[in-house]
């Protein structure tokens, strides 16, 4: 409906309450009911809902990367050095070693991040099959020519720009390496403290043991799991939707036949068939 126009200053016509009837007085209480009922389900619907997406799309759990495709946001690294380590940076810019404190058994491919200095977020570079790294502070990693890592670079150049590159005999593991087709590696340290952490450097120029890392990444980021993800929700449809699309009650194997059709692409076919074999089945 069309309402007339209102400027500012114009009083507001008052409405008049209609009196109740004897009839709607009767009715005042099943009406009630019925609209607490209907705001019950709807809120504990709208309630449910938030919550499945939230717990999709904010699952921080940590699992290894798989191939470089797979690297994307909030990642580690974790090098191979006894114990393991983790690539770190700190407020100045300095990139070094720091020992993995969330680990089970020693494995790598159970590290966490239990500080904030060694996680990188991990993004492509538009246009290119390199990454950058960012660190804590929003400056990028970057290795000068002598092999130098650093973290103090607001912009991305040559110098900032990486390769990830799986290891050929190691499923897993991958090779960082600088436009300058050098490869991040770690080796002993030169300090005279005998605890000293290891130094990281980016001069190597062989794919060795040393050069050979994990990457941990958070869950929601990977490709795979979030298609997995995808395919439970197409999953999730109730017996009654089916047999609504379909015009008539199902069997048992026919409401597990369409369910693994929504997963396996076919849905619309098989729907097609079940509802001809109902046809069928009424006038045959």
């Known amino acids: 409906m069309v309402k007339p126009l209102t400027f500012k200053g114009d009083k ?4 008049r309450k209609r009196p109740t009837t004897e009839t709607n007085d009767d009715d005042a209480p099943e009406r009630q009911e019925k609209q607490l009922k209907a705001t019950t389900s709807s809120s504990k619907t709208a309630a449910a809902a938030p919550n499945e997406v939230e717990g999709e799309e904010h699952d921080d759990s940590w699992v290894s990367a798989d191939a470089p ?4 946001g909030p990642i580690m690294f974790v090098l191979p050095t006894e114990p393991p380590t983790a690539l770190a940076c700190d407020a100045t810019g300095k990139v070094f070693t720091l020992p993995i404190e969330n680990i089970v058994d020693g494995n790598p491919a159970t590290a966490e991040p239990h500080d904030v200095r060694q996680v990188w977020v991990a993004n492509k570079i538009v246009g290119t099959e390199n990454y950058r790294f960012k660190g804590q502070h929003g400056k990028y990693l970057s290795c000068d020519k002598i092999g130098l890592f650093s973290a103090s670079s607001d912009a991305i150049t040559p110098l900032e720009s990486f390769s990830i590159i799986p290891t050929f005999d190691t499923p897993g593991t991958f090779q960082i390496q600088t436009l300058r087709e050098t490869f991040l590696t770690v080796r002993a340290s030169k300090s005279s403290n005998a605890n000293a952490a290891p130094d990281v450097r980016g001069d190597a120029t062989e794919i060795s043991f040393d050069t050979t890392l994990r990457i941990r990444m958070q869950a929601r980021f990977k490709p795979r799991i979030k298609a997995s993800k995808e395919e439970k929700a197409r999953e999730k449809i109730s017996r ?7 015009g008539r009650r199902l069997e048992e194997g026919e409401v597990k036949r369409l369910k693994r059709a929504r997963r396996e692409g076919d849905y619309h076919e098989v729907m097609l068939n079940l509802k001809v074999k109902g046809k069928h089945d009424k006038y045959g």
């Open 12 to 15: 507001k016509a008052k409405k």
């Open 69 to 72: 495709s797979d690297v994307s």
């Open 240 to 246: 009654r939707e089916l047999e609504e699309a379909v």
